[in-house]
């Protein structure tokens, strides 16, 4: 070290005043590096604690969210189930009504038919009597003229 300071001889009172200096220094320098080892294994063991509680706890968060999303998927799974089967039940329920529809117009359809046939043979009927009973009442009539005329015929004879 003297020769880092330019000068190029060594004096034996520099080398005891040295010595007793690096004497002095090297147990506090230990004891520095010690305390700085211990202080930095320290740290390291705390962040490395930390650490693993991160890990343990991001661990559990992802187990959670694990099993968390496999009940999602069932709900979502049976729901989606749930949902065909009434849909499905629902378009049978709509193709029977669409059936019984079909049906009951089918059902008024010949019974408006029937209805007006039997209209129509009422009419008819009805008709054929109105005929029949105006020709009857046309025929009283004549006879009744007939009767009256012979009447005023007797009347006259007296």
């Known amino acids: 070290s003297t020769q880092s300071t330019g000068k190029k001889g060594k004096k034996k009172g520099d080398k005891k005043s040295k010595s007793k200096s690096q004497k002095s220094k090297s147990p506090n320098k230990g004891r520095d590096l010690d305390i700085e080892g211990v202080t930095r294994t320290q740290i390291l063991e705390c962040k490395l604690d930390a650490t693993e509680k991160s890990r343990s706890e991001y661990r559990d968060k992802a187990r ?23 849909i499905s ?5 709509d193709l029977a009504k ?13 019974l408006k ?18 005929n029949i009973l105006e020709k009857n009442l046309a025929e009283k009539k004549k006879e009744a003229q007939q009767m009256q005329d012979e009447l005023m015929q007797i009347k006259e004879f007296r």
Not at 98 to 110: C, P, V
Not at 113 to 130: G, V
Request: glycine share 2%.
């Open 64 to 86: 959670k969210l694990l099993t968390e999303n496999d009940l999602l998927q069932t709900q979502m799974s049976s729901t989606e189930r749930d949902t065909i089967e009434v």
């Open 98 to 110: 669409d059936q019984m529809i079909e049906q009951l117009q089918g059902q008024l359809k010949n």
């Open 89 to 93: 039940y629902l378009k049978k329920e």
């Open 113 to 130: 038919q029937e209805s007006r046939k039997e209209r129509e043979a009422l009419i008819e009927d009805f008709t054929y009597q109105i």
